[in-house]
C-alpha cells in the first residue's frame, strides 16, 4: 500500500550545501506531518512536526507541507556532516480515534560529505 | 532529557519460541505503541496502547502478538510463536496525549528469528 513515497536516495551533498527532501502522499486526510531523523541501527527521533498546510521553521530545518499538491519538504541550511542520517518523513491522520497511527516513507539517506 | 528505553537491545531466538520485547515509555506519557521495520523496509505500524487496553492495531498485529503495561513503568510486546518473518527493528514509541502528535521513539530491539 503505498500511502507515502519518497524518494530512498541515497543523497550525497557537500559541507554547507542547502538540502531538500520530499515526500507525496495518496491520503488527502492526512493532518499531521513529521520529520524523523534515523541514525544508523537508532530509532527515529523526532526532528519536526507540521500540523496541515504552512511552513515551519526550526534552526536550520524548514518544514513544509502543501496539502493541495500532497507533497511535503524538509529543508536543511548549511548542512553538517553530523546530518548524514536517515530522514523518515510520517503522517497521520490525527483525531482522537487515529492514536498516532504513522504512516512513514520509506526514508531518504542523506550523507553531508565535509 | 527523558527517552524511551527498550531491552533487550538484539534478540536471537529459534523459530516457534515465544520473545517479550520491553519498553520502558517517557514517564508521564500515557499513549503507547509498538512498530516494527523488516530491513529495507518501512516502519510499520503495529498496535497502540491506552489506558490498558489496545486502541488500535494493524493486520499485522495478529493473534500471535499481545501487549501488555504490566506495571507502572513497562510496556511489553509478546511474540507467541516466532516466525522467520519475524524478524526486524521492533520500536517501541510514546506520547503524553493523543492530541499530540509528538510521539518519542525507543532505540529499538533487533529481533533475529532463527
Known amino acids: 500500500q503505498k500511502e507515502v513515497e519518497q524518494d530512498p536516495g541515497p543523497l550525497s551533498v557537500p559541507e554547507g550545501a542547502i538540502v531538500s527532501l520530499n515526500c507525496t502522499y495518496s491520503?488527502?486526510?492526512?493532518?499531521?506531518f513529521m520529520w524523523y531523523r534515523q541514525y544508523s541501527r537508532k530509532g527515529p527521533e523526532l526532528l519536526m512536526y507540521?500540523?496541515?498546510?504552512g511552513n515551519k521553521e526550526d534552526g536550520r530545518f524548514t518544514a513544509q507541507v502543501d496539502k493541495s499538491s500532497k507533497y511535503i519538504s524538509l529543508f536543511i541550511r548549511d548542512s553538517q556532516p553530523s546530518d548524514s542520517a536517515t530522514y523518515l518523513c510520517?503522517?497521520?491522520?490525527?483525531?482522537?480515534?487515529?492514536?498516532?497511527?504513522?504512516?512513514f516513507g520509506s526514508g531518504t539517506k542523506l550523507n553531508v560529505k565535509p | 532529557e527523558p527517552e524511551v528505553t527498550q531491552t533487550p537491545s538484539h534478540q536471537v531466538t529459534q523459530m516457534g519460541q515465544e520473545v517479550i520485547l520491553r519498553c520502558v515509555p517517557i514517564?508521564?506519557?500515557?499513549?503507547f505503541y509498538w512498530y516494527r521495520q523488516i530491513l529495507g523496509q518501512k516502519v510499520e505500524f503495529l498496535v497502540s496502547?491506552?489506558?490498558?487496553?489496545?486502541?488500535?492495531k494493524s493486520e499485522i498485529f495478529d493473534d500471535q502478538f499481545s501487549v501488555e503495561r504490566p506495571d507502572g513503568s513497562n510496556f511489553t510486546l509478546k511474540i507467541r510463536s516466532t516466525k522467520l518473518e519475524d524478524s526486524a527493528m521492533y520500536f517501541c514509541?510514546?506520547?503524553?496525549?493523543?492530541?499530540?502528535?509528538?510521539?518519542?521513539f525507543g532505540q529499538g530491539t533487533r529481533l533475529t528469528v532463527v
Open positions: 514517564s508521564n506519557h500515557l499513549y
Open positions: 510520517a503522517m497521520s491522520l490525527g483525531g482522537i480515534y487515529n492514536f498516532n497511527k504513522f504512516y
Open positions: 491520503n488527502s486526510a492526512f493532518q499531521y
Open positions: 496502547f491506552y489506558n490498558n487496553e489496545i486502541s488500535e
Open positions: 507540521t500540523y496541515s498546510s
Open positions: 514509541a510514546s506520547s503524553v496525549s493523543v492530541e499530540n502528535t509528538e510521539a518519542f
